[in-house]
């Protein structure tokens, strides 16, 4: 595939996505469309890698964050773009596989991150894990894709997820460093694209770890 014209919705820009659908009947939550506007000013300004439009790279990189648009605003699974709903299941570390409603309900921090002293999941629902951490980096959590290992159709890809811890973590006060994770990701992609599952490996207690002041 080569050109923006080629490519499906779902794998191009998430502004261009957003556009196209904001005068559809979508079930948002918060009821609105959502605003990356600040969000995406200051992500250009720290992201380090910038893929070549229609490239493997690019286009991983715009699945994962439509993915993450999704999981995160929209409320009705049938109407996400990025997966096959009735297939689609999500891990984390060789845990527990969840599907596009769990991801609703629960929350990507909750399934991303294991039972510890620093953070406990099964205490936390979406709002509130996502209260937590907008919190602790009011700037955004971001993600860009670092490099395509493999694919497709199975897509092995490595990322890394960054903020500045510039807003207090539970009890534990800033440091306005930019926190960092590098993780690598499986993924298995339908012949147009969409996810039927991805598999997150990445060190989350280290992540904790520099919020608490262990790192």
């Known amino acids: 595939m080569s050109g923006k014209e080629n490519l499906p919705l779902w794998v191009q820009d998430r502004k261009d996505i957003l556009k196209e659908q904001e005068n559809k009947d979508i079930e948002w939550r918060y009821d609105k469309v959502p605003d990356y506007s600040k969000t995406c000013a200051f992500a250009k300004k720290e992201r380090k890698y910038n893929h070549a439009e229609g490239s493997l790279n690019a286009i991983a990189h715009n699945l994962v964050r439509t993915f993450e648009m999704e999981a995160t605003f929209k409320t009705n699974p049938k109407q996400w773009l990025s997966v096959v709903q009735d297939k689609f299941r ?60 493999a694919g497709p159709p199975n897509v092995v890809f490595k990322w890394r997820h960054w903020g500045t811890f510039s807003g207090p973590y539970k009890n534990h006060q800033p440091t306005g460093e930019t926190v960092e994770i590098i993780g690598l990701s499986y993924a298995k992609v339908t012949e147009d694209l969409k996810l039927e599952s991805v598999e997150h490996f990445f060190d989350s207690h280290d992540f904790l770890n520099k919020l608490t002041g262990k790192g």
């Open 90 to 149: 999500m891990s984390s570390n060789g845990g527990k596989e969840y599907t596009a409603e769990d991801v609703i309900r629960e929350g990507t921090y909750n399934i991303f991150l294991s039972e510890s002293e620093e953070y406990s999941p099964s205490s936390e629902d979406f709002e509130s894990s996502f209260d937590i951490f907008h919190t602790t980096f009011p700037d955004g959590f971001h993600w860009e894709l670092i490099e395509v290992v």
